[in-house]
């Protein structure tokens, strides 16, 4: 439940997580547009066409408002650089946890600070139960995110889904209140 239709800005100590506007589109297409990315990211096209940041900055707000997400641009504080998104698909009393880094800015930690400040916000003002995330059984970098920030793994499923061409392995990690 949503204590306001306001989505809040969170800090940690080197970030900020904010609403994206869509000034923020041309990176966002730049950033999630390589192929890097969209190789392990299941919900990211590629190639990442003009228009389709746009389209996916639109659907915040209302998704916010109407409780089924909670999407931030990850900022970094004293450069003030969008450096990727972390967000919350809501469903009832969870949520299923995602996130992308620019390419550049990976192996710094910024996933699982940002992944930790949302959890908090999950847990402690949206009153989830329980947040999971979903990750290709190959993306080992993705696994380390999750069980840093807590999550314990709850099971592998078998050619669960069809990505850029082939049926790959889902493993699934969660984290209870």
Known sequence: MLITNVQPELTTKRLILRPFTFLDAPL?????GS????????????????????QW????????????????????????????????????????????????????GYASEASQAIIQFGFEVLSLNRIYATCLKRNVASAKVLQKIGMSYEGTFPQHVYHRGKFEDLDEYSLFK
Do not use: K, S
Not at 28 to 32: G, H, K, T, W
Not at 41 to 46: K, M, R, S, T, V
Not at 81 to 99: D, R, S
């Open 57 to 108: 900055i639109a659907t915040h707000q209302p998704d916010y408002e109407a409780g089924t997400a909670a999407n931030f641009a990850i900022i970094l504080h004293y450069e003030q650089i969008l450096i990727g998104a972390v967000g919350l698909t809501i469903n009832h009393l969870q949520a299923e946890l995602g996130y992308w880094i620019g390419q550049a800015y990976w192996g710094q």
């Open 35 to 54: 192929d890097a990315i969209a190789a392990t990211a299941l919900n990211i096209p590629h190639p990442f066409e003009d228009g389709i940041a746009e």
């Open 28 to 32: 966002v297409q730049q950033l999630a």
